[in-house]
């Protein structure tokens, strides 16, 4: 009878130790999984931060590139109004010099 007791002690230890090696398996398994998502949170969070400098440098060279346009908007305005000037008086000079009006 003590060796059936002593045999029934050891399937329990066995029966405790297989349980504990298993929750230790799937303990290993879930903080690995955690390590994998992880390392791809940070990747993607890698990746949102280029992309929000490439974002931000193309709104850079976007506003730079509206300012040059703004400039030379300016210039053509001036150049379009000086033309317009000159034009009328040529215009003027022309109408004087003209022989219906001497």
């Known amino acids: 009878e003590v060796s059936q007791d002593i045999n029934g002690v050891v399937d329990s230890f066995s029966d405790a130790f297989s349980n504990m090696k298993s929750s230790i398996s799937q303990v290993t398994e879930a903080v690995g999984s955690i ?19 490439t974002m931000g440098s193309s709104i850079e060279k976007t506003g730079s590139e509206v300012r ?19 034009l009328a008086s040529l215009i003027d000079v022309n109408n004087r010099k003209t022989p219906s009006n001497p």
């Open 35 to 53: 390590a994998d998502n992880v390392t791809q949170q940070a990747a993607s969070t890698d990746n949102a931060t280029n992309d929000v400098n």
């Open 68 to 86: 040059s346009l703004s400039k030379d908007s300016g210039e053509m305005k001036e150049i379009s109004e000086e033309s317009m000037n000159t």
